[in-house]
Antibody, heavy 126, light 108 residues
Framework: EVQLVQSGAEVKKPGESLKISCKGSGYSFITYEINWVRQTPGKGLEWMGTIDPSGSYTNYSPSFQGHVTISVDKSITTAYLQWSSLRASDSAMYYC???????????????????WGQGTLVTVSS | SSELTQDPDVSVALGQTVRITCQGDSLRSYYASWYQQKPGQAPILVIYGKNNRPSGIPDRFSGSSSGNTASLTITGAQAEDEADYYCFSRDSSANRPIFGGGTKLTVL
């Protein structure tokens, strides 16, 4: 079974650092990008960034560039999302998701995020 | 444009058909995929590509696309379909994924 399992909930203070994880299993880990998605309470899904585990290439949303770092340890099939200095506004649910694609026909392309991890709730409060 | 626009709230009577739409320029060259999210759960993929369902997704879910609009149709909505639905595509010019704002589906 293909699955992504994330680390548990975290409670931190502003200014602290944090690293959460996403472990892939049931597939060739280096073949698929891992993406991170943020969901704030009552809000929608925001793409944060992606990493290609085969070469550690990363691509970040401008909204998160410089504030988070995505990394990977291929030897243990695990991707990471980390902060060096948390803010209260970082309080959210964070999901990892495996990307498949792109798949293209003569007219259109598509890709997809599947599966998703179960989510890691991060609470930042003084 | 790099945005995907969805109606925030849609309702449907039990057993009836409902269409959830998603609009954006990226949909002219990139098919949408659709995700269902129930309270307290991670999103799950329900439709991808032109009109493909992952294993385990009921065939009452279908997808379509025309111009800059993608649609998710549920034919014979069930109580368990009540959830938030997000469309997803890619801003090819910026090489980044984009999500719609989500539609909260209520089954009456």
């Amino acid at each position: 079974e293909v699955q992504l399992v994330q680390s548990g909930a975290e409670v931190k203070k502003p200014g602290e650092s944090l690293k959460i994880s996403c472990k892939g299993s049931g597939y060739s880990f280096i073949t698929y990008e891992i993406n991170w998605v943020r969901q704030t309470p009552g809000k929608g899904l925001e793409w944060m960034g992606t990493i290609d585990p085969s070469g550690s290439y990363t691509n970040y949303s401008p909204s998160f560039q410089g504030h988070v770092t995505i990394s990977v340890d291929k030897s243990i099939t695990t991707a990471y999302l980390q902060w060096s200095s948390l803010r209260a506004s970082d309080s959210a649910m964070y999901y990892c998701a495996r990307r498949s694609g792109p798949f293209c026909s003569s007219t259109s392309c598509y890709d997809l995020f599947d599966p998703w991890g179960q989510g890691t709730l991060v609470t930042v409060s003084s | 444009s790099s945005e995907l626009t969805q109606d925030p709230d849609v309702s449907v009577a039990l057993g009836q058909t409902v269409r959830i739409t998603c609009q954006g320029d990226s949909l002219r060259s990139y098919y949408a995929s659709w995700y269902q999210q129930k309270p307290g759960q991670a999103p799950i993929l329900v439709i991808y590509g032109k009109n493909n369902r992952p294993s385990g997704i009921p065939d009452r879910f279908s997808g379509s696309s025309s111009g800059n609009t993608a649609s998710l149709t549920i034919t014979g909505a069930q109580a368990e379909d009540e959830a938030d639905y997000y469309c997803f595509s890619r801003d090819s010019s910026a090489n980044r994924p984009i999500f719609g704002g989500g539609t909260k589906l209520t089954v009456l």
